[in-house]
Nanobody
Framework: QVQLVESGGGLVQAGDSLRLSCAVS????????MGWFRQILGKEHEFVAG????????HYADSVKGRFTVSRDNDKNTVYLQMNSLTPEDTAVYYC???????????????WGQGTQVTVSS
């Protein structure tokens, strides 16, 4: 049983930074490409960032390029999302997810965390 647990969300002001963490258990994190998605109530999951299983390839949504950085520490079975210059438009529940390969399609991700709320006030 693979489990993903996100942490690090919270309430911040516009321009602030947050770092989200995703701890992987049940299987080694290096088995998976990892993605970060976000969801606003009533809408579909939106791809934010993804990283290949070795960390050599990364992909970002246009809306976060230059502000967000995805990374991973396979020794710690943890994936991170560093979010800088946050805006109110970044407010959402953020999820990490595991897939067999790096992709932006949420349907390709097999395992999902429970999500962590990020709220950015203006």
């Amino acid at each position: 049983q693979v489990q993903l647990v996100e942490s690090g969300g919270g309430l911040v002001q516009a321009g602030d930074s947050l770092r989200l963490s995703c701890a992987v258990s049940g299987r080694t994190a290096s088995s998976f490409a990892m993605g970060w998605f976000r969801q606003i109530l009533g809408k579909e999951h939106e791809f934010v960032a993804g990283i290949s299983w070795r960390g050599g390839r990364k992909h970002y949504a246009d809306s976060v390029k230059g502000r967000f950085t995805v990374s991973r520490d396979n020794d710690k079975n943890t994936v991170y999302l560093q979010m800088n210059s946050l805006t109110p438009e970044d407010t959402a529940v953020y999820y990490c997810a595991a897939s067999g390969s790096l992709t932006t399609a949420s349907r390709e991700y097999t395992y999902w965390g429970q999500g962590t709320q990020v709220t950015v006030s203006s």
